[in-house]
């Protein structure tokens, strides 16, 4: 199953393209996905707390544009959109 | 009536001109035209500029929903309401949103105005990236936006 995660705001910072793929086994949670990502993070920017930071402080948004809770589960290919804090205006 | 739409620097641009037009009614006593524009300095920095990114579809649904509750939460029936907001790169003083309203009366175009600011600010996925002076540059820290 692929995950493709949309970078938006401050988490594009997590990759130069504007998202990032997981390839998952199992069906899983946007809780469990988030635990991916800081993953990555450790993997590919050394634990950068910044950037842990924000994806801990982000809301999930669902191919339909609505948010969506940390037990969504995903369970087929798909697109996630990774919604750190706003600020607009 | 509702026009709302973002608008990508790299395309096109946004115009105050357009707001007015829509706006424009001979059933309406009272228009107000609010535009968020660049400032020189935030938190004792010097900004250069701010690039703006956004969730289109996201924000286009939050402009939408924001218009729909107004009869409701302000009781506010007959209005007209333009919004548009940028994306992309932009300079010192430039505008970054325009909501323009029109209304019977005065104090309710007030009341709108400041409403619709305040719920986007609140509500639309929409992110500022300040770059300063010094050539350094930083998303800036919002409010985390919460499922309903």
Same mark, same amino acid.
């Given at each position: 199953?692929?995950?493709?995660?949309?970078?938006?705001?401050?988490?594009?910072?997590?990759?130069?393209?504007?998202?990032?793929?997981? $390839?998952? *086994?199992?069906?899983?949670?946007?809780?469990?996905?988030?635990?991916?990502?800081?993953?990555?993070?450790?993997? $590919?920017?050394?634990?950068?707390?910044?950037?842990?930071?924000?994806?801990?402080?982000?809301?999930?948004?669902?191919?339909? !544009? !609505?948010? +969506?809770?940390? /037990?969504?589960?995903?369970?087929?290919?798909?697109?996630?959109?990774?919604?750190?804090?706003?600020?607009?205006? | 009536?509702?026009?709302?739409?973002?608008?990508?620097?790299?395309?096109?641009?946004?115009?105050?001109?357009?707001?007015?037009?829509?706006?424009?009614?001979?059933? &309406?006593?009272?228009?107000?035209? &609010?535009?968020?524009?660049?400032?020189?300095? /935030?938190? /004792?920095?010097?900004?250069?500029?701010?690039?703006?990114?956004?969730?289109?579809?996201?924000?286009?649904?939050?402009?939408?929903?924001?218009?729909? *509750?107004?009869?409701?939460?302000?009781?506010?029936?007959?209005?007209?309401?333009?919004?548009?907001?940028?994306?992309?790169?932009?300079? @010192?003083?430039?505008?970054?949103?325009?909501?323009?309203?029109?209304?019977?009366?005065?104090?309710?175009?007030? +009341? @709108?105005?400041?409403?619709?600011?305040? *719920?986007?600010?609140?509500?639309?996925?929409? =992110?500022?990236?300040?770059?300063? *002076? !010094?050539?350094?540059?930083? =998303?800036?820290?919002? !409010?985390? +936006?919460?499922? $309903?």
């Amino acid at each position: 199953m692929k995950v493709k995660l949309e970078l938006f705001g401050a988490s594009r910072d997590l990759s130069d393209k504007d998202f990032l793929e997981f $390839n998952l *086994e199992k069906k899983i949670s946007i809780k469990d996905l988030k635990k991916k990502i800081i993953n990555y993070v450790d993997q $590919n920017f050394k634990g950068n707390e910044n950037f842990k930071k924000i994806i801990e402080t982000s809301s999930f948004c669902s191919e339909d !544009n !609505n948010i +969506i809770s940390d /037990n969504y589960k995903i369970t087929k290919d798909q697109k996630i959109g990774i919604i750190p804090p706003i600020g607009g205006g | 009536m509702l026009h709302s739409k973002i608008i990508d620097l790299k395309k096109e641009k946004i115009e105050v001109n357009k707001a007015e037009e829509f706006i424009s009614s001979s059933k &309406f006593g009272a228009s107000l035209i &609010f535009k968020g524009t660049v400032r020189e300095t /935030n938190e /004792n920095k010097k900004v250069t500029g701010i690039t703006y990114d956004s969730h289109d579809a996201m924000v286009i649904k939050s402009f939408e929903e924001i218009y729909s *509750e107004i009869d409701q939460k302000l009781k506010i029936k007959d209005k007209a309401v333009y919004i548009e907001h940028v994306k992309g790169y932009l300079g @010192l003083g430039e505008i970054s949103i325009i909501i323009a309203v029109a209304c019977p009366h005065r104090a309710e175009t007030y +009341i @709108l105005s400041r409403y619709i600011i305040e *719920e986007i600010k609140k509500r639309s996925p929409i =992110w500022k990236k300040e770059h300063y *002076e !010094n050539e350094d540059s930083e =998303w800036l820290k919002g !409010n985390p +936006i919460q499922a $309903n």
